[in-house]
């Protein structure tokens, strides 16, 4: 049973509109990270959070909002989509402790932006 | 600040050989190093990870890591290779706080 859930699973925006990926954990875990992956990039760090009410940007926060809120939930939100977010994005919930922050991930959402 | 570089982007090596890939990390203090793998249309499975203690450290399907501080290194290596290895591995580092910062990815691709 998957612990990390994310939807859509695929979507197509047009360019200007908003998006919201949606994420569950079902770890109890504190921590909370969107990344998204491209070709040549890897993962990228986007937004993260400690709990629930709280956000922190990561490295590439830029055109994105977060949102925390319950210990179970954290969304990606794009104001104003455009064709340069068109990626593969991926939730991951952190455990935080002393063996150091096992992230544990869900299926990726992909985005396409026209 | 931190950073994680994997210098090869694609590996291919053919079943039963020995594999390395090779991460480089920046950082600071001792770092929490990571090696995660995905596979295709996937998320990201932990393989092992590493703090302190001895510098080799054992993970899933006999994949092992061994970290250099004087070199800054967190190589993955494992004794022979099998076809269902294929996939994409990534190394990462847990920096300050909770922030884990993932390097670009190597792209394993095991031959017949």
């Known amino acids: 049973e998957a612990a990390v859930t994310q939807s859509p699973r695929n979507k197509v925006a047009v360019t200007g509109g908003k998006v919201t990926l949606s994420c569950n954990q079902t770890?109890?875990?504190?921590?909370m990270y969107w990344y998204r992956q491209d070709t040549g990039h890897g993962l990228r760090l986007i937004h993260y959070?400690?709990?629930?009410?709280?956000?922190e940007k990561g490295d590439i926060p830029d055109g994105y909002k977060a949102s925390r809120p319950s210990q179970e939930n954290f969304s990606l939100i794009l104001e104003l989509a455009t064709p340069s977010q068109t990626s593969v994005y991926f939730c991951?919930?952190?455990?935080?402790?002393?063996?150091?922050?096992?992230?544990?991930f869900g299926e990726g959402s992909r985005l396409i932006v026209v | 600040a931190q950073s994680v570089t994997q210098p090869d982007a694609r590996v291919t090596v053919s079943e039963g050989a020995s594999l390395q890939l090779r991460c480089k990390y920046s950082?600071?203090?001792?770092?929490?190093l990571f090696w995660y793998v995905q596979y295709p249309r996937q998320g990201l499975q932990l393989l092992l990870k590493?703090?302190?203690?001895?510098?080799v450290v054992q993970g899933v399907n006999s994949f092992e890591a061994e970290f250099s501080k004087s070199n800054s290194s967190f190589h993955l290596q494992k004794a022979s290779v099998h076809w269902s290895d294929s996939a994409v591995y990534f190394c990462?580092?847990?920096?300050?706080?909770?922030?884990?910062?993932f390097g670009s990815g190597t792209r394993l691709l095991v031959s017949p």
């Open positions: 991951a919930s952190g455990d935080g402790g002393l063996s150091g922050n096992t992230l544990y």
């Open positions: 770890n109890n875990h504190n921590n």
């Open positions: 959070s400690y709990g629930a009410g709280s956000t």
């Open positions: 950082y600071s203090a001792t770092p929490y």
């Open positions: 590493y703090y302190s203690g001895d510098p």
């Open positions: 990462a580092l847990k920096a300050g706080g909770y922030k884990v910062v």
